[in-house]
């Protein structure tokens, strides 16, 4: 069955740092993927798309790399900042539930000051 | 642009009772929608899929008769949880697609925090 996977333990960082963040899934072959930034109690928010075919992205403080052959995406927040502590989801789409969005279980990022 | 308004944000109600969840795309028409349920500490579950005009379809393990879906127009889907009970209670958040491209970003409401005493 397809399987997205995130590390479940928080990370935890000095603010300025860079965090990065791992995406890994099984049993998938998607044309794109999404990452999201979720606060507690509130809907996630859409933050960057990338596709297979684009293996990196930047936006602003914000990278993303696509790698289809190891079925990971890493996402990394460069000069990392106490009010980027959120929980980060990554959603792959395309393949089989081509307009379905399944997330995968999210890191909580913490940035200390 | 593009707000996914859900109401309401938070609901308490007794065991047995049902309760009806609205979601509306404020400045954007969507002929998807999807209903996810998030547990505490745990990612969101998608729940169906909304669509306007036509039967929302479930994903595995969620009944529909519990949980039904209406999609009456391209801004409004709504989710009524029927006889609720507790085990019911969690944190459900609607999205919306903007009509066109199946890559677009989700645009989320702020959740809908149900809890069934």
């Known amino acids: 069955s397809q399987k997205i996977e995130q590390n479940s333990e928080a990370l935890n960082i000095q603010e300025g740092k860079t965090a990065t963040l791992t995406c890994n899934y099984t049993?998938?072959?998607?044309?794109?993927l999404q990452w999201y930034r979720q606060d507690p109690g509130r809907g996630p928010v859409f933050l960057l798309l990338?596709?297979?075919?684009?293996k990196k992205k930047r936006k602003e403080r914000l990278k993303v790399t696509f790698d289809t052959t190891l079925k990971q995406s890493l996402f990394h927040i460069t000069a990392s900042q106490p009010a980027d502590s959120a929980t980060y989801l990554c959603?792959?789409?395309?393949?089989?539930?081509?307009?379905?969005?399944?997330f995968g279980s999210g890191t909580r990022l913490l940035v200390r000051p | 642009g593009a707000v996914v308004s859900q109401h309401p944000s938070r609901v308490i109600c007794k065991s047995g009772t049902s309760v009806k969840i609205e979601c509306r795309s404020l400045?954007?028409?969507?002929?998807?929608m999807f209903w996810y349920r998030q547990f505490p500490k745990q990612s969101l579950m998608l729940m169906a899929t909304?669509?306007?005009?036509?039967?929302?379809?479930?994903e595995q393990g969620v009944e529909k008769d519990k949980f039904l879906i209406n999609h009456a127009s391209l801004t409004l889907s709504t989710l009524t949880v029927t006889s609720a009970h507790p085990e019911d209670s969690s944190f459900y958040i609607c999205?919306?697609?903007?009509?066109?491209?199946?890559?677009?970003?989700?645009?989320f409401g702020n959740g809908t925090r149900l809890t069934v005493t």
């Open positions: 959603a792959p789409l395309g393949g089989d539930s081509s307009y379905k969005l399944i």
């Open positions: 909304s669509n306007e005009g036509s039967k929302a379809t479930y």
């Open positions: 049993n998938y072959s998607p044309a794109y």
């Open positions: 999205s919306a697609r903007v009509a066109g491209s199946y890559n677009s970003p989700l645009h």
């Open positions: 400045d954007f028409q969507a002929t998807t």
């Open positions: 990338i596709r297979e075919n684009e």
